[in-house]
Each structure stands twice: as C-alpha cells, then as structure tokens.
C-alpha cells in the first residue's frame, strides 16, 4: 500500500532566547500512515526535511532523519537559525524519503511513500492544517500536478489510494494505451466538437476529475460531494492547469436527493474512486448513478476501488441488479516487501434493451 506523510503539527517558528539575541527553528510533528490513517509505515525510512521560501521555492536549508519501524510519530527539528535568515517572508517545508527526487504516477510505477509540502506559515502564524501532493504523471517532465488534502482526520479530505491509481490509470487511457475498455479508449482519444461531459461523485479533495482536465482537451468536469468538500475541492480547482477548453466545476450533491436539474443534463463520463467502502452509502450511490444515465443511457461508468472488507460485494450485486455491464482492469501500487496493492478498475455501461 501507499504511504502517506502527514503532519500531526503543522510546522511554526520557535523561539528561543541566546546571549543578547534569539535563535528560530522549525518546528513540526509527523507521522506517516496509509490513507485510512491506520496502519504506520513498517520500514526504516531516512527522510529529508526542506525549509523553502515560499512562493520563491528556493530552498533555504535541509536536515536528514531517521524513521523507525515501529514508529507513530516523528518530531522535526530545523535550525538554529538567525532572525536575518528567517527574515519576514513566508516558508513551507517538504518532507520526503531521502534520494526520491519526484513523486510520479505512472502505471505499475508509484511512490511508496508521497512527499508533504506544508501550506505557507511566517514567525506570527503557523501553517493552517493542510498538506500539499505534488505528482508528475506518466513519462513527461513537466506534467507536475498540485493537489491540497487536510491532514486532519477527515477522510472526505484526504486522498485515497484508488484516486493515485485512476490518475494513472487515465493517463494511460487518453495516451491510447490499451486497457482492455475499448469504449473508455474510443471516448477520452476522440477528438469532438463539443466538450466531454465528465461527472465525478463523491469528489473528496477533486483529484480525480481535476486530474482528467489536465490530460485531454475540450473537457468539462463537474466535481460533487458534500458540502464540507467544497473548500478544499474549490482551492485545488483555483491551482489547477486544465488542458485547453478544459474546466472543472463544484456543486455539492447527496446521492440520497433527486439532483433533477444535474440528471436532466446530458453525461459522456461518471468517475467514482474509493467511495465502496461503506456498505451503508452504496444503494444511494447506484440509485444516483442509475439517475445520472437514465437521459444518457450510453454513458460510461468509470469505478476505481480498493477492497477492504466483504461488505463491498454488494455493490457488484446492486450494479447487476440495476442491469450495469463491466469490464474490468487493476492497476498496482507497491506495499511492503516488494510486494504490490492492487486497485481494481470496472467500466460500467447500461445494458441495452
């Protein structure tokens, strides 16, 4: 499975008191956890902690430590350093392990363990609880792609492992890569007149249907989820490089309600990631999906999951039972020992009568 840098203590300025003066230091508390935040990274791991000037990004200092297996947390300590050093601008920091340069996502290819940018702090404020990803995305250079997640304990803020590998996995898609869905292959390769009409549910922190905006052109992705994920969703969009003609949008949605004016809108695409795992949520979220395409019954259904428990079976009953055909695929994401997570991969489409 994926790791995760997170911070339990966003960094801040210390101050401590020498001689006639005062020396400063970072300070920040952090852990390292798989997306559920509850499992630690079980391996040693030699971390570079970064001080960079913000928005400059030039990196000001750096420190290496030690994380042990076996540990829950992990104190951060940079400096000393002087008031002229520190000076009156913004700093962030990036933790990551030692000798990673980049955090790429490409098929069969992921970061065990994603690098934590802070959100900007000065010497009066520290760094709200939020935590930058920065992911290049398949084999070219300059495709760096932001997104914000909390590092609280929400998970409808966090990211989640399926949407690493959906990101990959469309990548892969729109690059022509056959997936075995020729349908998806025909859809996000064609070039059209009018834009493709994307819909994401349960959006979390948008990355997913964010993500497709940056890989093809003349696509509009309508983002959903509840209203607590509209702030962050809202500041991911606002960083966001969309190819051209391309857009992102936001409107909350609770798949228990009609949505009338969203299911009278025509859809080429749905994108669901990770959102199986509460056997509660699933009948509202195929009720939803069944509504979406009942004016665009050849839509695509694109779900992204990673198994967690039994209960997730009854999702592929309630999408047999609604009459949904599937192709499916995995895509892996390294775990422990060299072995690899698989995310499993299902391309819906409404049986035709």
């Known amino acids: 499975m994926v790791f995760y840098v997170r911070y339990l203590k966003p960094p801040t300025w210390e101050k401590k008191k020498k001689g006639k003066g005062f020396q400063y230091f970072i300070y920040a508390l952090i852990t390292i956890t798989n997306d559920l935040g509850n499992e630690f990274l079980a391996e040693d791991a030699t971390l570079c902690h970064s001080w960079v000037k913000h928005p400059e990004l030039q990196m000001k200092a750096q420190q290496l430590d ?44 992921a970061p065990m363990v994603v690098a934590a940018f802070s959100a900007p702090f000065d010497k009066d404020n520290g760094a709200p609880k939020l935590v930058e990803r920065q992911f290049y995305v398949g084999d070219e250079p300059n495709t760096r792609f932001k997104i914000w997640e909390e590092t609280g304990n929400s998970i409808a803020r966090h990211l989640w492992d399926a949407a690493l590998a959906s990101i990959m996995f469309l990548n892969d898609v729109a690059k022509g890569a056959d997936v075995g869905m020729p349908a998806l292959n025909q859809l996000l ?39 607590e994920a509209e702030e962050i969703i809202l500041r991911n969009i606002a960083q966001s490089n969309p190819k051209t003609n391309s857009v992102a949008k936001f409107q909350t949605l609770d798949w228990n309600e009609p949505a ?94």
């Open 66 to 109: 030690e994380w042990k297996a076996g540990s829950r947390q992990l104190p951060i300590f940079l400096g000393p350093f002087t008031a002229n050093m520190v000076g009156t601008g913004e700093a962030c920091i990036k933790v990551q392990v030692l000798d990673i340069r980049e955090d790429r996502l490409k098929v069969d290819k």
């Open 189 to 227: 390769t064609t070039p059209r007149s009018s834009p493709l009409k994307v819909v994401e549910l349960g959006s979390g922190c948008g990355m997913v249907g964010i993500g497709l905006t940056t890989m093809i052109e003349n696509c509009e992705v309508l983002l959903t989820d509840m209203l």
């Open 260 to 353: 009338v004016e969203l299911c009278d809108k025509p859809v080429d695409l749905i994108l669901v990631s990770d959102c199986t795992y509460n056997s509660d949520s699933q009948p509202a979220l195929v009720s939803c999906m069944e509504r979406l395409v009942r004016g665009s019954p050849d839509a695509l259904i694109l779900v992204a999951l990673k198994r967690r428990h039994d209960s997730e079976a009854v999702f592929f009953e309630l999408m047999q039972k609604a009459e949904f055909d599937s192709q499916q695929a995995k895509v892996k994401l390294p775990s422990h020992n060299d072995e690899t997570d698989e995310i499993e991969m299902y391309c819906y489409r409404k049986r035709a009568d």
